[in-house]
């Protein structure tokens, strides 16, 4: 075929390229020679005949030139030379050149790092087979344990109900259960002194299978490891445990390890790509059989009915229909419910009945607690680094398009000696595409450098993270593609100043130069005003952001936030026994009591604000409960000190005192939300109170404790809430206390030491799991809006920066370029500040007309922002002031210099300029 | 007589035209359509050698070197199957634009004459 033929001639043209020089030397040879010896024939004289033939041709130069431009080697070699020029060209205005890819390579840079991270956290799909036939119950949004609730109202479900629908999967082709959260664990190396801690799963036998996972080494759990309760210690282990903790050693299948004191036997080892179904920013090292759950998660009842706590995966079948398979799930799920009523089934009781569903939710991408909390940022930073690419863009078309009209002789020379205008233009769009690529390699060194520290800062600290800085090849396509996009953008600005430009001599003349062409200042003018449009935007988004969170972190909480060190421990896992822990809490608060520096200890089950609950429902007595009126309360247990150790004020009746023993009467403390819901008339203090717990009550209401945030940073309301003494309780869970709370007198980091050697001094094999500040804490809490504002800001930071370089520039060429004009009117009679202030007054028109167009904008974008924002209005003055201000300040500076400049020239300087 | 360059347009048709006679080098293809042509037409071996490489090209005709009438060695030119097919199609297209103009200039020289 042709084509490949001209290929090859092709190349054999560029490679062997003296060959096809002598060919076409000979070939013209010999027509001039038919030529002569022709003319001969007709009379002419041998010297007439070789002039006549000459002429005829003309110049073999020209005629091989037109021979050659045939096949597409000469573009090859066109483009090797322009490339070799576009390299002189940049290397010989290098300020310009390093500032041109320095911005493009921070554009570039910051959209790969984003994009990066939205791939992996909001993008990614699950590394299975057919992961879009997965679909979870439910969203998995909770994980935790629950009593006493109906099934499908909640979306977690209990043991027995998981195993029906394994054994009898309906429509489905397989489905599964795991734990809705991943339990601590107690781990012992044979061979290692330190126990360790680590997160586990607790998995249905056929999990793997419904995943369609395979494993690295060994196997991965059956359904028949999962069949005896707690009889099958085994377990499929991560592969990042088994390289940190066990050295990957290759012969670690049918190994033991001792986990929460019970030998287990390792079955396999997972892919390093595999992380599980529900993941967050720890992954699972351990999954056990479910049937294990007992010794896993400490304790025994926990597979029996009323425990909620499995979340439930099942693999569809897809030519299925999804309403068809959610009525089945739903009636499963209906009949369960009115098997567990027992016999009578009052009309009302069928009716809620009836409305029992849990939405089949698709898990193709995971159930990721990451996504869920950074995804909405994701996006919108998405969407604000693509602005600063844009003004990145905006910037150097601008300054491109000064380049080709001070260049324009050069153009209009070309032009005439008979180069086409479209080698011109290629040659622009060379140029750009040069620096366009050099900034995306070098923002792909910064993209690296970002997303760590992103990834640093979502992970706080912990370095087994699921998620990597690593460019892939998606990632590098992307950089490539969005580096070609921008070097287009900006690279056909020059096109609309050639449009104009015709090759003819007028343009080669002094006096066009000097004169504004208000036609071609247009450009120029309109990207200046949209950078300060975009520029607007960036910093009223970031203020919002900024102002959300102060309002976040300043807020008041009800309890102390700066002299407060927590600890979480775990004391059911190192083997204590619910008889032990009360002798247990009572050293660890005398010996933390004892440290030096430290005002005063306090135990409990999680810290004052917690996204963990522990709830309940509760009786108050005296109160008639409305129908259908959901009585629960969110409780809390905690030590003597509690209170005063955080800071909680109790604003009637008592906290808790020594007297209140074991023995002794059975007294709570009661929250303000509580009390004035149930005892409105203020007698909350003295009333008994009934609560669904292990320990039986009534339980006495001693104290009423002022409201604090409980759950969250953000909740409208707080939920009624109740204190109950940590010595008062029995059951294999309630005696426990995770948390350590040391209320410090200075500094509360100095004492992190003391008492993790207090605790060691008790006893070294208490599992800590860490230690830090209430500060640090708190943070954790506002991770996602400190992301975010963080990154704004520095964002719009960086527009401003761009845009004042931007508007610098072109004012600066503008002020040059007039400066003929300028002098004229000097030597007419403007004065120095008249001058400069024509020269302000231009760039103050355009930051005008930028705000009346961006404000308005702004104001549009901002409605998008409400549901980010807390306890404030996204079209908040304040910040649309402070950042309209911003703007024409920045604007004003970057003009300043080029007016004054434009101020002092000299009238018989410039009118010689030209 | 008036010697021009050949009708716009019509150069390549005019090449394949020569060449379905008989294969020949560059200077044999001007030569023939001078002749041909009773000198009507004489071509530029600016244009005639570039539009035989862009012929080339395009596949219509096939090149080889060989030993010319004067023993030099020559580029000789050859139709090739694309080629003749080419030649057909132009040759159709060509002779309706005549016909269509010959309509014309007849028409309006009728309309002339009544007026």
Redesign the interface.
Known sequence: ??ML??LIRGIKSLVRSENVER?LD???Q??L???I??KQRSGHSPQQAERLARV???STN??KH??R???WETSMENLLQDIRYTIRTLLRSPGFTAVAILSLALGIGANTAIFTLIRQVVMKQLPVQNPQELYSFGAAGAGGMLGGVDIGTVELFPYDFARQLQQQPGPFQSTAAYSSFGPMVNIRIPGSTEAIQAPGKLVTGNFFQVLQASPLLGRTLQPSDDTVKNGNPVTVISYHFWLQSMSADPTVVGKTITINSIPFTILGVMPEAFHDLKYGVRPTDFWFPLTMAPSVMVQDNILERDHYFLDMVARRNLTHSLTADQHWLDSQMRNYARAATGATLSPARQQEIDHITTPLTSAARGLSSLRNQYGDSLLILSVIVAVVLLIACANLANFLLARAIARQREVSTRLALGSSRARILGQSILEALTLSLMGGLLGLGFAFVITRALIAFVMRGSTDTVLSAHPDGVVLSFTFAISVVAGLLFGLAPALQFARSAAGPTTLSPSTRGTANSGGRFWPKALITSQVVLALLLLVVAGLFLRTLRNLQDQSLGFERTHLLIAEIKPDIAGYTPEKAPVLNQRMLESLSAIPGVRSAALADTPPISSGAWRSSMHPTGYTPGQNEEMGALLRRVSGHYFETTGVEIVSGRGFVPSDTSTATKVVVVNQTLANKYYPHGDAVGRTIGVDLDTNGPWNIVGIAKDTRTLDLHSAKPEPLIYLPIVQLTGPHDSFANIILVRTVGDPTMTTRAVRGALHSIDPNLPILNIRTMQEHLDTFTSSETLISRLTSTFAILAVLLSAIGLYGVMSFNVARRTNEIGIRMALGASNSGVQWMVLRESLWLLAIGLAIGLPATLIVARFLRSQLYQMSPFDPVVFAAATIGIAIVTIMSTWLPSRRAASIDPMVALRYE | MGQHDVVQGTLEMLILKTLALEPT????VA?RIEQVSQGVFRI???SL??AL??ME???SVKSE?RT?E?N????YYKLTA?GRKALTTEEETWNRQVSAIARIMQTSAKASSEA
């Open positions: 075929m042709p033929t001209n060919d000979d070939e013209l010999g027509f020679d038919e030529s010896a022709d005829e041709i003309g020209t005629v037109h021979i431009s045939v096949g | 080098h560059g200077y044999g030569t530029n071996p600016g050698l570039p490489a862009r090209q395009a596949g070197w010319s004067n030099r060695r020559a580029k694309r």
